[in-house]
């Protein structure tokens, strides 16, 4: 089966973020790797600069993440598909552990496309 990816087209250029590469791209792939397993036809990515910070969204066209799970899933070893999961449920709380090493953030809330949506924030440097 095939997916649509949206990708915001007023991304500006001066946005820049400032992390590790090894683990923003390890964080990114995460959340890439996620949205695929999860959605069924359609995965959106955004990135905004906001008044204090970057903020980066993944968003999915899947079941989502039912809201009372959302803090679980951030911790380690936490799967909600154990029937048919793969991987140790280490995905989302190695994504909680590098924002936190680069003073960020991560919000699980539901997405516009009925799925899950990541909000990844990096406040800006001072």
Not at 44 to 59: A, K, N, Y
Not at 108 to 125: D, H, K, Y
Request: aromatic content about 8%; glycine content about 8%.
């Amino acid at each position: 089966s095939s997916l649509a990816f949206e990708i915001s087209d007023v991304i500006d250029d001066s946005l820049r973020i400032v992390a590790e590469r090894r683990t923003f791209h390890r964080a990114l792939s995460n959340l890439t790797r996620n949205a695929l397993r999860f959605a069924r036809t359609t995965i959106r990515f955004d990135v905004e600069s906001t008044s204090d910070g970057i903020l980066l969204t993944v968003e999915d066209d899947g079941e989502g993440i039912p809201e009372e799970e959302r803090e679980r899933v951030l911790e380690p070893f936490v799967r909600l598909d154990d029937d048919e999961a793969t991987g140790y449920g280490m995905g989302l709380a190695i994504v909680r552990q590098i924002m936190s090493w680069h003073n960020g953030s991560i919000l699980i809330t539901q997405s516009s496309l009925g799925g899950c949506r990541v909000e990844l924030f990096w406040p800006s440097e001072s």
